[in-house]
């Protein structure tokens, strides 16, 4: 599986992004994040989730898997729950390189 994860706006508009392969990970990493991306449902989620307002962090995260790809865009106050805790992995992870 492949991931691509990037954060824009905010007040201060400091971008991040990621890119993560679970070939290259190790198994322990790769299987945590394929729990997430299972249980945020990724796949099932539309392209765009959007709420009104400015200065909301922009999300666009990019996922290919088994002939699969599916890219979701989307704001902080748009996140469901359960794709909360794949944003929350995917920005830490950003945030470190």
């Known amino acids: 599986m492949r991931l691509q ?5 905010g007040f201060g508009n400091i971008p991040r992004s990621v890119t993560w392969d679970t070939d290259a990970m190790s198994a322990e990493d790769a299987r945590e994040l394929t729990q997430l991306v299972d249980a945020a449902s990724f796949f099932n989620q539309p392209q765009e989730l959007r709420s009104g307002g400015a200065d909301k962090f922009q ?3 990019r996922i290919d898997r088994d002939g699969q ?7 902080e106050r748009a996140l ?3 794709l909360a805790p794949l944003v929350k992995k995917l920005e830490a ?3 470190k390189r």
């Open 80 to 82: 469901p729950a359960n």
């Open 69 to 75: 790809t599916h890219t979701v865009q989307a704001d």
């Open 59 to 61: 999300y666009t995260i």
């Open 5 to 9: 994860f990037k954060r824009s706006g």
């Open 93 to 95: 992870a950003a945030g």
